[in-house]
């Protein structure tokens, strides 16, 4: 009798620690959450404050070096969402489309799923046959790339697995010639 005493409170102590490990393993789960969007929110926020800038020329050790600040721009709306179809894969040229490219790769930018399914894209250096591996948004979330992750984008490969997925796409060169 004793003993199956014992085994109890010793049960109930298990039960009260374990309780208190999800607790907090719950409210350092959470803050990782908030963190990693707080991140997220000011990458956007860096990408749309440096893609606003002008034209700039700088004068680093004896060579001039253009910047061209015109981004690629890209985003789905009533206008063309009949183009995005389930399972087909959708390209977007962010160096040569002759309306809105570049010129040269893409160097920082975002992907940014507006919903209502998920998409999953690759990305070429045009590089013939070379793709990223596929990577998912989920609706609502973006990726996002910046200039010192050393990532050159010439083509952009996007499939949604729903019809009518509304995305949009901005990508910057950073310095030209690099």
């Known amino acids: 009798m004793e003993n199956n005493l014992g085994n109890q409170t010793f049960s109930m102590y298990q039960h009260k620690l ?15 959450s908030e963190s990693d969007e707080l991140q997220r929110e000011a990458q956007a926020r860096f990408i749309e404050k ?6 700039e020329t700088v004068v680093g050790t004896g060579k001039e070096t253009v910047i061209w600040n015109l981004p690629y721009v890209f985003e789905v709306d009533s206008d063309n969402e009949d183009e995005i179809e ?13 309306n809105r490219g570049l010129r040269v790769p893409g160097r920082g930018g975002y992907i940014k799923n507006d919903g209502p399914g998920n998409i999953s894209y690759r990305l070429s250096n045009g590089s013939r046959d070379k793709w990223s591996h596929p990577a998912t948004i989920k609706s609502g979330e973006m990726d996002t790339f910046d200039y010192t992750d050393n990532v050159q984008v010439v083509i952009v490969e996007i499939t949604a697995d729903t019809d009518k997925t509304w995305f949009r796409v901005r990508f910057t060169p950073g310095l030209v010639g690099d």
């Open 50 to 55: 440096e893609v606003q800038k002008p034209l």
């Open 18 to 32: 374990i309780k208190e490990l999800k607790s907090q393993v719950d409210k350092l789960t959470g803050q990782l």
């Open 86 to 98: 389930a399972g087909s894969p959708y390209h977007l040229y962010v160096q040569d489309d002759d």
